[in-house]
Structures are given as C-alpha cells and as structure tokens.
C-alpha cells in the first residue's frame, strides 16, 4: 500500500509561498532592500504567503501583510550551516543545531535546512541531517545559488535522506538578496492564507516545489502513477518532460508528452520531476510505501 500526499487534492487552491528572503538589515548587509519594495515585489508576483528570514535576527514584518500577502515569522539560522526557523519570534543561534530545531518545534515553528550543496557539494552532507531530529525538510532548489558558488540544486542529498527512510519534504525558495533573485522559485501549499493551515499542509506534504510549473494531478490508480503539470498561463507549450525517480535517485522513467505514467515495481519510494522548455521545474514530493518513510 502507497501513501500519496496528493490523493484527495483535485480541487485544491494552491498558495505561492517564498519562505527565504533576505531585507530591511541595511546597507551593504544581505537583506539591503527595503521590506516595502521586497513585499511589493512578491505582490506582483502573485505571492500568497512570504517569510522574511534573514540571518540570526528576528523582526516582525506582520503590518507588511494584506489581502493578497501574508507575511510569516522567520529567521536563518546561521552557523556553518544554514537552516531557516520558521514560525518562531526570535533568534536561536545561540544554541547548537539540533536544540535550535527542538526549541523551534516546542515554539510551534518548523525547520527548513538551507542550500544543501553550496558553497561546495554536500556541505550540510546527509550524514549530517541522519544525525538530526526533527526538521521538516530542505531546500531542493535556491535560487540565488546559481549565481554564486556550489549549485542551488539539492535533489541528491534529499534522494539520500528519503533513501534512508526520512520523510523530507522538498522546498523551493529564492533566497532573495538581490531584486534579480525575486519571484523565481516557490512552494505551491494546498493551504488557506494563515500559518496554522499552512503548517499543517506541509506536515501532510501537500506541497510541490516549483520554478513555474503548476501540479494538475499526481494520483494512483491500482498500482499505476498517473501524473500531469501545467504552466500557469493557458498557452500551446504543454508538452512536458516528466521523469519518474526512485531510491537512490535512480531514474525510472523519463516520457515527454502531455501527462505522464508509471506502472510501480515495489519501490520504496517514487517521486516526480517535470521540466518544461523555458527550463521551469515541478518537484512533487514522493509517494511511498505505508512505514517505509517517517518524519525524521
Ligand atoms: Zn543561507
Ligand atoms: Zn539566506
């Protein structure tokens, strides 16, 4: 029996969210752009929910929030390694890694560990987070770094995690630095606009990751997984490549077409990746067999 994240999510709204973003830390600091012209800006981009996180400081940029934006508490954990605390009102930094994850759960906020493989491959390694408890995921893709040093893409060491039985969700954030970093990648939470709704979608894995690419379906039916994603713009470019990946990251299948399928072997887990022609990415979270995947 395969457990689907997105089984009953057909009618599903989904909400843009950016949950790494970096602003109003001054001249010369990371976040240098003013939270009145990052908020508009993520407003323009249809952003539903924001979470300015920067490094080891908390403010409360709640009045930032309106009808169409709603802005959600964080801050970046910074040491040698990243990992954003999200939902909590202050600074952790001064407690090592694994007690600042404890505190922010028992606080009623979750973990998100950063850009796994920059400045250089697998610096916050997966023998790092198996060491871990506690974390709700990472992010498998970060904009800004792929303008800076190591890769934004993190999709091995999530393989690895889940290989190794975890329940990780798969985030995409921008990291936003610089206005170019802004409205590039995001998460799509079948959630309403509030943080306890947007929690517990995120518990449940109702999220994909995305570049541009929206889910439509991603269902099991017998022992076959049908799947389809789609730009947001209704436009002639629907086809797509999807590519079916399992255990260890080995590819399964890759099909290009309007939808895709995949009759199951008895892996542990499978998940999909779709890619369109611009080079936007769709990451849905996997599907797995009852037991064998368990929050870490
Ligand atoms: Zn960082
Ligand atoms: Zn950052």
């Given at each position: 029996m395969y457990i689907n994240p997105y089984e009953n999510l057909s009618d599903a709204v989904w909400r843009k969210a950016n949950f790494h973003t970096h602003s109003g830390t001054g001249p010369r600091s990371c976040g240098f752009r003013s939270p009145e012209v990052v908020v508009d800006l993520y407003r323009e981009y249809n952003y539903d929910l924001l979470s300015i996180s920067n490094h080891n400081l908390y403010r409360s940029f709640e009045n930032y929030s309106d009808d169409q934006i709603t802005l959600i508490d964080g801050v970046e954990y910074t040491s040698d390694i990243h990992m954003l605390t999200i939902g909590v009102q202050e600074n952790l930094r001064p407690l090592p890694v694994q007690e600042a994850i404890t505190r922010t759960n028992e606080l009623g906020g979750f973990v998100i560990l950063c850009h796994p493989n920059w400045p250089d491959k697998a610096h916050f390694s997966p023998e790092m987070m198996l060491n871990l408890t506690g974390y709700m995921g990472l992010e498998a893709l970060n904009a800004v770094c792929f303008r800076l040093s190591?890769?934004?893409?993190?999709t091995d060491v999530w393989d690895a995690v889940l290989s190794a039985g975890k329940l990780v969700t798969g985030f995409a954030n921008d990291d936003f630095h610089a206005m170019a970093d802004g409205g590039r990648f995001f998460n799509l939470i079948a959630c309403e606009k509030n943080y306890e709704s947007m929690k517990q979608a995120i518990i449940d894995n109702a999220i994909c990751a995305s570049t541009g690419l929206y889910p439509i379906y991603h269902r099991l039916e017998d022992n076959t997984l049908k799947v389809k994603a789609a730009l947001p713009i209704k436009t002639y470019l629907d086809n797509y490549e999807y590519v079916f990946i399992g255990p260890n990251g080995q590819i399964l299948s890759k099909q290009t077409g309007v939808e895709a399928s995949y009759e199951l072997q008895g892996e542990d887990y499978v998940r999909v990746e779709v890619y369109a022609e611009g080079g936007q990415i769709l990451l849905f979270q996997p599907i797995y067999k009852e037991g064998f995947l368990v929050r870490p």
């Open positions: 190591g890769s934004g893409r993190a």
